[in-house]
Every structure is written in structure tokens, then in C-alpha cells.
């Protein structure tokens, strides 16, 4: 998987040939209603020919047909000129039901509707231990949940996050998950818990692993009290995105290390690039580096020539498809441990990274979720005539476990920026580490 840049936006009037052909003109913040009205039949060109995401939410019970009507009513409601970021809004709210986190529309005036939705953890400062029936507080920072207090488990289902434990017991933070935007958390992300008529009111904060940020291009490494580490920032480098040589180096790291009892790939705050990267680290240090995903890659008229390709007569939208490889077999050269930290912030061939990983035989994902960017992919970019909006639109499809806006669920959750320094304390420490609570850059 690659993420393609903007290095042209493909105008989409001229083909089919009811989009005329516009002349240079200075950029306007308005439309008239008949210009607005055509700049959504070619955006309805666009994602019914060239978004490889349309039947998806199709068949989840969405009507794109009703999103369009819903669009063009506006329009036509507008008195007076069609303000353009009016136009973009209009376009972003009727077509909220697509959670993409590659899809998205751009202002020449810098303005950008992006369809990303996360299903985001949200956390008390309180950890528990596990104590069979129930659960007993051993760090805390609520008034309701004071150390030392018990509480039933039946209270606490659906809001246990397991996390990094000292040796023979099981830590929990507590919390839930819900989609960004939810009025159920936002904006007093209040958790209430009912104690036999007693509420427990535990305020909540997002989980803080995607807090810190990374500047180590493809890959880093490094040796940390003995314990080898390699961080991930970009799977992208220079203007081509992708270079041999360096992927060349990052194959020999891994095979460097296949030796190793031990170590740390610390991907937190990458958000993707080429995928062929982390696949050849993974085999040079496993040899197993299957990516197991069923993929389809739509192609069009527009998409071709987004491409800068030639469109041939009898060209017609259709798919390509390219299935997973067969078999479970998940055996790997690499007889030690990989410790794989994530959080939200992880997307698209980062993702493809984390799927790669699990032929690791015994890997432990760290930190957060990844934020399930990854079923939509490989971008091309299409310019509006009229308003000139840019469309950001994938037109490949991922399938590969991890669910748009869901991603991969870590192991042991961490709620703390500082994943890689917590993760050495709990393996140098393994019998009195305590993960921590409250804890901010």
C-alpha cells in the first residue's frame, strides 16, 4: 500500500464531456447555484466511477442517491450566491455516514472535510488489579475510586483495558471506547458507574499514547538498557517516496537482529507511506512477512487519467481482484520477542505493518489502537471545475482484519506518550512495574 501526495489534481470537466471545459480564471468564493450544481454532478461522477469505498457503505444500508438529493436540495435552498466552504460543509455533514481516513475534500483557502472517525479509548486515572470476582484500586486519582476500594466486576463490564502487569497479576485501566464525535462522551466525558445506588463518577480523558510525536523517517535504531529498539515514523522518504537503498538497510537491520532474545519496533506516530518497507524488515528479521489481505483495485475513466494514463474506447469501470495468500501458516525465523507499540495516530501501511507482524511468532502489541486506516487506500487526487475543491479519493480496497475507524487493539493498553520508556521499566522490572496514571509529556 502507498499514499500517493498531491502531486496534481486531475480536473474531472471535459470528461464526460457535460463537464465543460473552464478557462484560467481568479479564484472565487462563490458559486452560482448552477455552478454548484454541477460541481456535485461531477463530484456524484466521481465517487459513483472512481471510489473504491461506494459499495462498501452501500451495503451497510447507505444511499449515496440520498446523500446527492440531500446535497443538490441545499443548493437549491441557497439565496444568492453558494459560498464555497458552505458548499464543502454541505458535502462533508450529508455524506457523514463513510468513516475514511483517506477520503477527503480541500479548499483552495486551506479548508479540508476529512471523513476519518476513530473509535478513540477514553480513560479514568484509576488502575485496578484483578481480584477474581472483583477488582481492587491500586492507583487513582478520582475521588469516588480512593486506593485500596473494591469493586465488583459486574460494574466494570465492558470497561476493563488490560494492561503492562507486574509478574503473577493482572492490571486494568478503566475506561470505555467510543467514536469520536459521541454526545455519550463528548463533551463531559463522564463515565457513572451505579455501586448498589451509590454513582461513581469517574471523569475520562483520551488516551494519552498518541500524545508524543516521532522524527526517525523509515527507521531508527537504537540500544536502550541492552534492549534493542527500532522506531518507525514514516514508511516514506525523499520526493519519490520510496527508496531501494534505504529499504535495502532496513532489511539488513532486521536480519541483524534475528539473533536478539528481544526487542521494541516503536511505530506510535506512523501514519504510513509504502508498505514494502516494513515488509522488508520484517523479512530479514522473520522471513514470514505475509500480508494477509484481500485487496481490489477499482479502475475508471477518471481514475486513468488521474494516473496520466490513456483512456482506451471500450474502458468501463471494473475491479481488479488480488486475494490473500493462502494458508495459516505464521512459523518465522525470529525465535524472540517483539514488542510492537502503536496508537491512533498508526494508519493506512502502518497498519499493514501491524497485520505483517503478527507472523512474528510471539508479538505483543503495545500502547493504543491503531486508527483503522487502512481499508481505503492508494489516493488520487480530482479537482471540482467550478469551486475548485480537491477530492482525496482511494480507490483500492484493503480487507484485513482491522475495521475502518476501529484498527487493531493492542494487547496491553498504555495510557501514557511515553510507550517505549514505560515498555523497557516493565521488562527490566517485570516483578514490581506499575503502569502509570495521570501521566502527561
Known amino acids: 500500500m502507498s499514499d500517493t501526495g498531491v502531486f ?83 458535502l462533508r455533514d450529508r455524506f457523514s455516514f463513510i ?28 488502575l485496578l488489579k484483578d481480584a477474581g470476582e472483583s477488582c481492587t484500586v491500586v492507583s487513582s486519582r478520582a475521588p469516588d475510586l480512593p486506593v485500596g476500594r473494591r469493586v465488583e466486576k459486574r460494574l466494570l463490564s465492558g470497561h476493563l483495558f488490560p494492561t503492562l502487569s507486574p509478574s503473577g497479576e493482572t492490571h486494568y485501566y478503566i475506561g470505555r471506547r467510543s467514536w469520536t464525535g459521541d454526545q455519550a462522551v463528548s463533551p463531559t466525558r463522564e463515565l457513572v458507574l451505579d455501586d448498589g445506588g451509590e454513582a461513581i463518577r469517574l471523569l475520562l480523558h483520551p488516551c494519552r499514547a498518541s500524545k508524543s510525536r516521532g522524527d526517525h523517517g523509515v527507521f531508527s535504531f537504537s540500544e536502550t538498557q541492552g534492549i534493542p529498539v527500532v522506531r518507525s515514523s514514516v514508511f516514506w522518504e525523499g520526493a519519490e517516496g520510496y527508496s531501494e537503498a534505504r529499504a535495502a538497510q532496513f532489511e539488513e537491520l532486521g536480519r541483524r537482529l534475528r539473533s536478539r532474545s528481544r526487542l521494541i519496533w516503536d511505530m506510535h506516530d506512523n501514519g504510513g507511506g509504502d508498505s514494502d518497507y516494513p515488509q522488508r524488515f520484517l523479512h530479514g528479521l522473520n522471513e514470514n512477512a505475509q ?54 495516530r498508526v494508519g493506512s501501511s502502518a497498519e499493514a505493518a501491524v497485520s505483517m507482524a503478527t507472523n512474528v511468532p510471539h508479538c505483543v502489541r503495545i500502547g493504543e489502537s491503531t486508527g483503522g486506516r487502512g481499508t481505503f487506500g492508494e489516493t488520487l487526487h480530482y479537482e471540482l471545475p467550478h469551486s475548485r475543491l480537491v477530492c482525496c479519493v482511494p480507490h483500492k480496497l484493503f480487507l484485513s482484519g482491522a475495521e475502518e475507524g476501529i484498527g487493531y487493539a493492542p494487547d496491553y493498553w498504555l495510557d501514557t506518550p511515553a510507550l517505549c520508556e514505560e515498555t523497557i521499566q516493565w521488562l527490566k522490572h517485570p516483578k514490581t512495574y506499575q503502569a502509570p496514571i495521570g501521566a502527561e509529556i
Not at 462498501?56 to 444568492?80: H, L, M, T
Not at 468513516?99 to 478513540?120: C, M, N, P, Q, V
Not at 481488479?320 to 518465522?332: I, L, N, V
Open 8 to 90: 496534481r489534481a486531475y480536473r474531472i470537466d471535459g470528461y464526460p464531456s457535460v463537464f465543460p471545459d473552464q478557462d484560467i480564471r481568479p479564484y472565487s468564493f462563490t458559486l452560482s447555484r448552477r455552478q454548484a450544481l454541477e460541481d456535485l454532478a461531477a463530484f456524484q461522477y466521481l465517487l459513483d466511477t472512481s471510489y473504491s469505498g461506494r459499495e462498501f457503505w452501500e451495503k451497510q444500508g447507505n444511499s449515496f442517491s440520498a446523500a446527492y438529493a440531500r446535497v443538490a436540495d441545499w443548493i437549491r435552498g441557497c439565496e444568492g450566491p453558494v459560498a464555497i466552504s458552505g458548499f464543502l460543509s454541505a
Open 99 to 126: 468513516h475514511d481516513g483517506h477520503l477527503s475534500i480541500s479548499s483552495a483557502e486551506g479548508e479540508r472535510a476529512s471523513f476519518a472517525h476513530t473509535y478513540k479509548a477514553y480513560f479514568a486515572d484509576v
Open 291 to 344: 500480508w494477509r489481505v484481500d485487496c481490489a483495485t477499482l479502475s475508471s475513466p477518471a481514475i486513468l487519467r488521474a494516473k496520466g494514463q490513456s483512456v482506451p474506447r471500450d474502458c468501463a469501470r471494473h475491479w481488479t481482484y488480488s486475494p490473500s495468500p493462502s494458508g495459516e501458516d505464521t512459523r518465522g525465523a525470529y525465535g524472540g520477542a517483539m514488542y510492537l507499540l502503536t496508537s491512533e
